[in-house]
């Protein structure tokens, strides 16, 4: 698999400061202000960006981009009311630019007729067809889902919509096939400085208590993992890639998981420290390929495969893994996946591995 890391956070920032620099020159230039919002964006610094994204789109209120950016930076912050009034000045956006906004917001009247004018290829539509008010018929569901799947095998989003509405349609061997965490869960030991991290961790400048749209519960997250100056955790992170490229070359068979196998994907991963009760509420990742978290020790056991809000459980049983210093766990992202409450001091890195598109591996 081929990688596509990151800049280190030093870089990062200097992309920061070298494409302010350039706006400070040419301000009235909207391709430097979007240069600038990606390099924020990459420093994981989420009120920055907002604020930045706010200047943006009041300088170019006929620029939808902005105004979009600025929606959807501001429902990161748990900014509801501001994501809609953003949204609403990005009237000159199309219906398929708006959608995915509109379903994350719950705006569902404005979000129906964009789908209803649609087809299955209409980003977020698995989503809305799941959440909107009363649902969608299992089998409209299942319908959608398995047309994204012939042509994108392995996206978690439609792999879970399909076992979900396999399952309401009491098909419950199929939906527990087609996610596959007993044929795909992965349980091993990695090398890591247990106390390095933690040191590291705990003095991560962008660690928040419960951030908005996270299923963090009683415990804090960070926005960026590595910091200026980290040594274990980029360790870390190289040995996850390392473990992931074994995982990956071990995968045989026909299954949409393993023929949707990325050959270029990027690692995205976080910290999150909590204290006793603390939790991560039933959630999946429908970005990724593979899932995984990393214990650094103590705490509540990870729930692999739980019902999600509706009750439904497309894996049948669920998985319970204690935790361990060291321990790797990986597992399909379109598994619904929850912790126990801590007992005490809980430190995890969690991660995806999320394919990036149209890169072919190297010759």
Known sequence: MRWIEPPPPSRAQGRVDLARAALTRHPDDPALWRALGGAIAATGRIEALA??????????????FFSLALAEARRRTGDRAGALAALAGAAGASGIERFPLLVRLGCWDEARTIADASDASLPGLLDYLAERPGGAPPDALLAVAEQLLATRPGDAGALHHRARALALLGRTGEARETIGLDQFLRIDAIAIDPAGLRREILANDTLRADPPGKSTHGGRQTEALVRPGDVATPALLGAIRA?????????TGSHGFVRGRP???????????YNRAGRQAAHRHPAGWVSGVVHLGGGGPLLLGVP???????????????????RLILFPSATVHATAPAEGERIVVAFDVIPVPGIAPPL
């Open 263 to 273: 050959q270029a994907a990027a690692l995205r991963a976080w910290a999150v420290v």
């Open 51 to 64: 604020g930045h994204w706010s200047d943006a789109a009041a300088r170019f209120p006929d620029h939808p």
């Open 243 to 251: 473990a992931v490229d074994q995982y990956a070359a071990q995968l």
């Open 308 to 326: 999600d809000r509706d009750g439904i459980n497309p894996c049948g049983d669920t998985v319970t893994v204690a935790p361990e210093p060291g």
